[in-house]
């Protein structure tokens, strides 16, 4: 990166991290409601309309629905948009969700992750995001706070790619994330305006040309309107691939699709999302230097599955544990668990999977916690049809 | 059609229900007693589909093709000139 390009070096927290990206994107409409733990990303965009520091229109609405329907409205008529949630916002937007997917609007969401009710809890799982797991949008997860900024900014591109046009979501675990202050190496604006560019679709909502969006399908074409959806799915990872080879000529950062660590040389491999990534590769790398032979393998692009990565770098693991923050009530495995599965035996591969939930509505998960997990022996849970479920109190 | 042809997401272009004939929807249809219709467009107003028409010179008429019979044009009428009759 350029003396120019890096405009500074900040403390931000996951949410204000969040803000600022939307705010250098060039994004036309905001529309969100405040909820914990994304408060602060609402909180921040509104301090920036009212100092002048962001030219887009800021729509406070009166729930999540109508967040998301509001950004539909203006995405429609081709400008840039953005929304955050979390949690009950994302469960009340989830029939919106569909409508934004179906109707190809390239919105850009954050979900600061938590539990969902009922008990209330505010703290982090990812069930909110699991729940809307087949809901045709893009899902990234990130698991440091400049991580989620450099996200926020790749995904408008990687939405409006005409041969994507799906929307997408940045995601990161609640308080852990979202309130914790790192720092962040920000691009400046000039930089990201050139980078992100203008959103062309094919197709723009206009009183002159009156168009319906998402019209009635009967059981004759339905089909092919999803088949569409799941070919720009498959653009999808090409695309992101592309658009991170971008982001890194001018940061000089790039993540992936997935992140393995040791994996080529591992007898064990963890596969896991969001933050607790970081947490493994520590103690990934403390057993390493003991002698022992671990891996770990995190899942950035969780939809579209980046299958043939996960492949690949898992051909070499005797056994592999896969790591669900959330619980799928009464499936065989949690959600990353069955895609591991299927992704193995899908590749001819047959080695053991040990399914594990951890972490649930923001249980912790230390460096020793990971010890112990990349430890399993396998026999703790029959592979197909049961989990371990680490951590709960017996 | 192949999804490969579709126009994606489904976008089509406005007015797409004249081409839509709801005819045979109805269980009963409405009469409009000419004697007793004033021309106050209430019915117009009211219709949630293009079925009542405005015609310059004479009174409203019944678009038979987009009306689902839903006799809100009956409930509607203040000197009750539309009768819901049932279709034969």
Not at chain 1, 134 to 140: A, C, E, L, N, Y
Not at chain 1, 232 to 256: C, P, Q
Not at chain 2, 23 to 43: M, Q, Y
Request: aromatic fraction near 6%.
């Amino acid at each position: 990166m350029t003396q120019l390009e890096m405009a500074r070096v900040v403390a931000l927290q996951g949410d204000e991290a969040v803000a600022e990206a939307v705010r250098q994107c060039d994004v036309d409409v905001v529309a969100a409601y405040p909820i914990t733990p994304q408060t602060i990303i609402v909180e921040k965009l509104a301090e920036f309309v009212a100092a002048g520091r962001f030219g887009g229109e800021f729509i406070p609405v009166e729930s999540e629905h109508s967040a998301l329907s509001a950004c539909l409205g203006a995405s429609a008529t081709g400008a840039r948009v953005f929304t955050a949630t979390s949690s009950q916002g994302l469960a009340y937007m989830h029939e919106m969700l569909y409508n934004a997917s179906g109707m190809r609007m390239p919105v850009v969401m954050a979900v600061a992750n938590r539990a969902l009710s009922a008990p209330l809890v505010l703290n982090a799982d990812h069930g909110d995001m699991m729940g809307s797991r087949d809901s045709g949008w893009i899902q990234v997860y990130a698991e440091n706070v400049e991580e989620i900024y450099d996200r926020t900014i790749q995904l408008f591109r990687l939405s409006e790619d005409p041969r994507v046009m799906l929307p997408s979501a940045i995601n990161f675990e609640g308080f852990i994330l979202s309130h914790d202050k790192e720092r962040v190496r920000l691009i400046n604006d000039e930089t990201v305006r050139r980078f992100v560019g203008r959103p062309a679709p094919k197709h723009r909502l206009d009183p002159k040309e009156p168009l319906t969006f998402g019209a009635i399908a009967n059981p004759d074409n339905y089909y092919e309107f999803r088949m569409q959806q799941a070919e720009a799915m498959r653009h999808a990872l090409t695309v992101f691939d592309e658009t991170e080879s971008e982001f890194e000529a001018l940061s000089g950062r790039r993540y992936g699709a997935v992140d393995a660590y040791n994996t080529d040389d591992a007898d064990k491999v963890a596969v896991v999302n969001g933050c607790a990534a970081g947490t493994m590769r520590a103690a990934a790398r403390g057993m390493n230097s003991g002698g022992e032979r671990v891996g770990v393998l995190a899942i950035k692009l969780y939809r579209p599955f980046p299958t043939g990565e996960v492949a690949s770098h898992l051909r070499r693991a005797k056994s592999v544990v896969t790591m669900d923050r959330s619980m799928s009530l009464g499936a065989p495995s949690g959600p990353i668990a069955e895609d591991v599965k299927s992704t193995l035996r899908g590749a001819g591969m047959n080695q053991p999977v040990t399914s594990l939930v951890y972490g649930i509505g923001g249980r912790d998960l230390s460096v020793e916690d990971g010890r112990k997990i990349l430890s399993l022996n396998g026999k703790e849970a029959s592979p197909d049809d049961t989990s371990v479920m680490y951590g709960v109190k017996e | 059609m192949s999804w490969r042809e579709l126009e994606e997401a489904a976008v089509v272009r406005g007015g797409t229900s004249s081409a839509y004939l709801v005819s045979g929807w109805r269980v009963r249809r409405p009469v409009i007693d000419e004697a007793k219709c004033t021309n106050c467009l209430i019915c117009w107003i009211f219709c949630p589909e293009p079925a009542i028409v405005r015609r310059e010179g004479v009174k409203v008429a019944i678009d038979y093709d987009h009306c689902k019979g839903c006799g809100i044009c009956e409930s509607e009428c203040p000197p009750k000139a539309i009768n819901m009759v049932m279709e034969p």
